[in-house]
């Protein structure tokens, strides 16, 4: 059996970070935090000033947000089948009936088992909401998709084909794992 990684333990606590435990449970210790960068040696007094040099390891810049249909990233064949809904969906979530928050715990667990089972393409069913345009679901999910753990596994998303629910209902096209 092998061990987790820092990488996947941080992903785990970014899915358990909206979880309240239940009734009696204590909630799991919150992470270390990481060593405090050691500090450099003093220059000699009669020395010249040490330019600083940039760090090899810079802060990782977030992906760009993604919008309904927004491509940078995927060639254009791929982004071209994934609109006209001739990739093959590997799997389909209905969130209908949810609650946001149910909704919210739902696809992110959808999303990230799939991503971990190496799928592809998936379908977000959302539904169009009662009045027209003004699905609770169809709005929040957009933005879901676009905020932590789940940016980190995705390509691109963009509205469903009529036959597939159309623009109540998303296909998610996700990264592969290296």
Not at 21 to 42: D, T, V, Y
Not at 44 to 63: I, K, N, W
Request: aromatic letters at 4%; proline letters at 12%.
């Amino acid at each position: 059996m092998r061990s987790v990684t820092r990488s996947e333990a941080l992903l785990w606590r970014a899915v358990l970070a909206d979880v309240t435990p239940l009734p009696g449970r204590k909630p799991p210790p919150p992470e270390e935090a990481p060593p405090a960068p050691s500090a450099e040696p003093s220059a000699p007094a009669d020395s010249q000033p040490v330019r600083a040099t940039p760090s090899l390891r810079s802060a990782p810049v977030p992906p760009p947000e993604l919008r309904h249909g927004h491509t940078a990233g995927i060639d254009r064949r791929t982004a071209d089948r994934l609109k006209r809904g001739e990739m093959e969906i590997d799997g389909r979530i209905d969130l209908h009936g949810l609650t946001q928050e149910a909704a919210h715990v739902a696809l992110n667990g959808f999303i990230l088992r799939s991503y971990a089972l190496g799928r592809r393409c998936l379908l977000v069913i959302t539904g169009k909401g009662q009045r027209q345009g003004t699905g609770v679901l169809r709005s929040a999910v957009p933005y879901w998709l676009n905020q932590p753990p789940l940016r980190a596994t995705l390509l691109t998303f963009s509205h469903a084909r009529p036959q597939d629910g159309g623009e109540g209902a998303l296909y998610v096209l996700l990264k592969r794992q290296r």
